[in-house]
C-alpha cells in the first residue's frame, strides 16, 4: 500500500465513523508515523509503505476511529505555534485559547515586570506560551489536579520556560500572593450538556470541562476572590465559553473596582475573552 492509498482509505474509514475532520485527523497521523512535514507527504503519495509502519498507522487509525482524540493518540497538540504534550490528564489545548494568550501579550508588554497567574492552567498552554513570548513576565501556574501538574511540568522543561507551579483549588494554591494579571480558562461547559457534547469532547477530563448548572460555578469563584490577589491597577482576563460573555462580565463588574473592562471576539466572531482592569 502507499502513502496516498492508506491516507484516502483512512480518511474513509474516519469519515464512516463520525470523525469530523478526517482528511486532517488522516494526514496528522501519517506525518507522525512517517515523520513528515505537511510537504513533504504532499511529494511522497506514491512512496511504499513497509509492514511494520503500516501496522503501526492501522493501531492507530483503529484508536481514532473509536473516538480517540488525534491528539492523545499523537501525544501532542499545536498551539500558538508551540508544540504541547497532551494526555488524558489535561484537556487539548484549542485554537479559541489563543485569542485568550494574544490579549495577554498585548497586556504584559504593556508592564515593566508583571506577575501573572494562570488558573486552572492544565497542560500549561496560556501560562508557558504567554511566558514563550513575553519572557519578562513571572508566571504562576496552578491546577486542583496534580496530574495536570506534572504535565504542565513536562511542558515548561521541553519549552525551556521558567514557571512557578503550584498544586490547589483556585485561589488557594497561591496564599495571599498578588498579582497584576490573572488569567484563566477555567472549566464553563453547564453539568447538563456534557453528556451532549462530540464523542471526542467526553474523552477529556471531566474536572476541565464541567462548569456547573449554568457553566459559571468558576467565574462566580473566580471574580468573588481574584480582588484580594490583584495587585494595584491589576487585570483579570478570563475565556468564556459561546454565550457566556456579557454574564461574566457582570460578574466581574460586580466584584472587581473596575476602571476599564471588555469582551473580545475570537476568529470566528464568537464572544470568547472577557477582561476587566481594577483600581
Same mark, same amino acid.
Do not use: F
Given at each position: 500500500? %502507499?502513502?496516498?492509498?492508506?491516507?484516502?482509505?483512512?480518511?474513509?474509514? !474516519?469519515?464512516?465513523?463520525? @470523525? $469530523?475532520? $478526517?482528511?486532517?485527523?488522516?494526514?496528522?497521523?501519517?506525518?507522525?508515523? *512517517?515523520r513528515l512535514t505537511h510537504a513533504e507527504l504532499h511529494f511522497q503519495l506514491d512512496r511504499a509503505i513497509d509492514r511494520d509502519t503500516l501496522d503501526t498507522l492501522n493501531r492507530l487509525l483503529a484508536r481514532r476511529a473509536s473516538g480517540e482524540p488525534v491528539q492523545y493518540i499523537l501525544g501532542s497538540a499545536s498551539f500558538m505555534g508551540l508544540r504541547f504534550e497532551v494526555d488524558g490528564r489535561v484537556l487539548i489545548p484549542r485554537q479559541d485559547t489563543e485569542t485568550l494568550v494574544e490579549a495577554l501579550v498585548v497586556a504584559v508588554r504593556a508592564l515593566e515586570a508583571p506577575k501573572v497567574l494562570d488558573l @486552572?492552567?492544565?497542560?500549561?498552554?496560556?501560562?508557558?506560551? !504567554?511566558?514563550?513570548?513575553? $519572557?519578562?513576565?513571572?508566571? %504562576?501556574? %496552578?491546577?486542583?489536579?496534580?496530574?495536570a501538574l506534572e504535565v504542565a511540568h513536562r511542558n515548561a522543561r521541553l519549552l525551556n520556560v521558567e514557571a512557578e507551579f503550584r498544586h490547589g483549588d483556585l485561589f488557594r494554591a497561591v496564599g495571599k500572593e498578588r498579582f497584576d494579571i490573572i488569567a484563566s480558562n477555567p472549566p464553563y461547559i453547564p453539568t447538563e450538556e456534557l453528556s451532549h457534547l462530540q464523542r471526542e469532547v467526553q474523552a477529556e477530563p471531566v474536572l476541565a470541562l464541567d462548569g456547573g448548572a449554568d457553566g459559571l460555578d468558576f467565574y462566580r469563584r473566580i471574580a468573588q476572590e481574584a480582588p484580594r490577589h490583584l495587585l494595584p491597577d491589576g487585570a483579570?482576563? *478570563?475565556?468564556?465559553?459561546?454565550?457566556?460573555?456579557?454574564a461574566?462580565?457582570?460578574?466581574?463588574?460586580?466584584? *472587581?473596582? @473596575?476602571?476599564?473592562?471588555?469582551v473580545i471576539d475570537d476568529l470566528n466572531g464568537i464572544a470568547r475573552v472577557v477582561w476587566a482592569r481594577s483600581v
Open positions: 500500500m %502507499t502513502v496516498g492509498e492508506w491516507l484516502n482509505h483512512a480518511r474513509q474509514t !474516519l469519515q464512516d465513523s463520525g @470523525c $469530523p475532520d $478526517p482528511q486532517i485527523d488522516s494526514r496528522w497521523m501519517a506525518e507522525d508515523v *512517517l @486552572c492552567t492544565g497542560s500549561g498552554a496560556i501560562g508557558l506560551s !504567554l511566558k514563550t513570548l513575553a $519572557p519578562k513576565a513571572e508566571v %504562576t501556574l %496552578t491546577d486542583i489536579s496534580r496530574d483579570v482576563y *478570563l475565556e468564556v465559553g459561546a454565550g457566556e460573555a456579557e461574566v462580565l457582570a460578574l466581574l463588574r460586580k466584584h *472587581l473596582r @473596575c476602571v476599564d473592562s471588555g
